[in-house]
């Protein structure tokens, strides 16, 4: 029970907005990072499925922290990009 309960302190402390930027940012690094690494040893993604991958990825997490009265204002976009 104790883990949970640290569990449940960790994320009652990082979801505040600032930290939803540093979370974003960190994941939006560590995408890059590792898709170099795909790229570099195993020769693929090609750098236009890479930016395809990259913009869904980055769009997608932006879009997860939206508030439901904004996100009604994104679903053309979402419908543009094949969501």
Do not use: S
Request: overall charge negative; glycine content about 12%; proline content about 5%.
């Amino acid at each position: 029970m104790e883990l949970f309960d640290n569990l449940l302190l960790g994320l009652t402390v990082a979801i505040t907005p600032i930290n939803i930027v540093y979370l974003l940012a960190g994941a939006l690094i560590g995408m890059v990072i590792q898709l170099g690494h795909r790229m570099l040893g195993e020769g693929e993604p090609g750098p236009v499925e890479a930016a395809k991958f990259c913009t869904r990825f980055t769009i997608g997490a932006m879009l997860a922290f939206l508030p439901k009265d904004k996100l009604e204002n994104v679903t053309g976009l979402m419908t543009t990009l094949g969501w």
